[in-house]
T-cell receptor, first 115, second 113 residues
Framework: AQSVTQLGSHVSVSEGALVLLRCNYS??????LFWYVQYPNQGLQLLLK??????LVKGINGFEAEFKKSETSFHLTKPSAHMSDAAEYFC?????????????FGTGTRLKVLA | DSGVTQTPKHLITATGQRVTLRCSPR?????VYWYQQSLDQGLQFLIQ???????AKGNILERFSAQQFPDLHSELNLSSLELGDSALYFC????????????FGPGTRLTVL
C-alpha cells in the first residue's frame, strides 16, 4: 500500500529565501514520485517527477527534489522564492500493488511568499 | 493548456438533482481520473478508467458513477445531490499506465444550493 504525508499545510517564506516543502512516502514497491503545483482557480500541473535513475530531479520554474530512499522522502526545494511561486503544492506517489496501479496525492502545502 | 478539456466550467443546481460532468482527455491518453477538491476534504481521488474499463476506485460515493466511452471521453454522474457535494471536480488523463504524470483539466465548479 502507498501513502503520502506532506508536513505543514501552510508554509511562509520571504521573497528570495529558500523554499523547502516536505514530503514523505510509504510504498511497498519501488515508487514513482511527483510534485504538482496548483495556482488559484486552475488544475494541477506537473513540476517534476522521479521514476528511476538520478535521485536529484530538476523541474520547471527552478524547483528540484531529491529522492532519498533511506529516509522515504522526496522534499521539494527552490533556492530563491519568487512572488509567483505562491500556490498550493501536492506530492504524489504511484506504484503497482497486486497488478493495480494506484496514484496517491498528499494533502497539499500552501506556499505563501512574503515581500 | 494541458490538452484536457472539461465542461461545463461552472454548474449551479439544487439539492436532490442529478448532473453530468464531461471530460475529454489529451489526444492519445487512455487513462482518465476523476478527483473532487473541497476546502474541508482536500483533493480526493474518485475513480480511474483505462481504455473504457474501470481500473481503480477511490472515495467515490454510491450516488456517483462514471464511465469512459469508446472515443475515450469520460462522464461523471452525480445524483441525489447534497450541499456537501459542492466542490471542484477535476478530470486528469495520462498515457498508458499510472506511473506517468497526469495532466489536469481546468475543473468544473459545482455549487449545490
Amino acid at each position: 500500500a502507498q501513502s503520502v504525508t506532506q508536513l505543514g499545510s501552510h508554509v511562509s517564506v520571504s521573497e528570495g529565501a529558500l523554499v523547502l516543502l516536505r514530503c514523505n512516502y510509504s510504498s511497498s514497491v519501488p515508487p514513482y514520485l511527483f510534485w504538482y503545483v496548483q495556482y488559484p482557480n486552475q488544475g494541477l500541473q506537473l513540476l517534476l517527477k522521479y521514476t528511476t535513475g538520478a535521485t536529484l530531479v530538476k523541474g520547471i520554474n527552478g524547483f528540484e527534489a531529491e529522492f532519498k530512499k533511506s529516509e522515504t522522502s522526496f522534499h521539494l526545494t527552490k533556492p530563491s522564492a519568487h512572488m509567483s511561486d505562491a500556490a498550493e503544492y501536492f506530492c504524489a506517489v504511484s506504484g503497482s500493488s497486486s497488478g493495480t496501479y494506484k496514484y496517491i496525492f498528499g494533502t497539499g502545502t500552501r506556499l505563501k511568499v512574503l515581500a | 493548456d494541458s490538452g484536457v478539456t472539461q465542461t461545463p466550467k461552472h454548474l449551479i443546481t439544487a439539492t436532490g438533482q442529478r448532473v453530468t460532468l464531461r471530460c475529454s482527455p489529451r489526444s492519445g491518453d487512455l487513462s482518465v481520473y476523476w478527483y473532487q477538491q473541497s476546502l474541508d476534504q482536500g483533493l480526493q481521488f474518485l475513480i480511474q478508467y483505462y481504455n473504457g474499463e474501470e481500473r481503480a476506485k477511490g472515495n467515490i460515493l454510491e450516488r456517483f458513477s462514471a464511465q469512459q466511452f469508446p472515443d475515450l471521453h469520460s462522464e461523471l454522474n452525480l445524483s441525489s445531490l447534497e450541499l456537501g457535494d459542492s466542490a471542484l471536480y477535476f478530470c486528469a488523463s495520462s498515457a498508458q499506465i499510472s506511473t506517468n504524470e497526469q495532466f489536469f483539466g481546468p475543473g468544473t465548479r459545482l455549487t449545490v444550493l
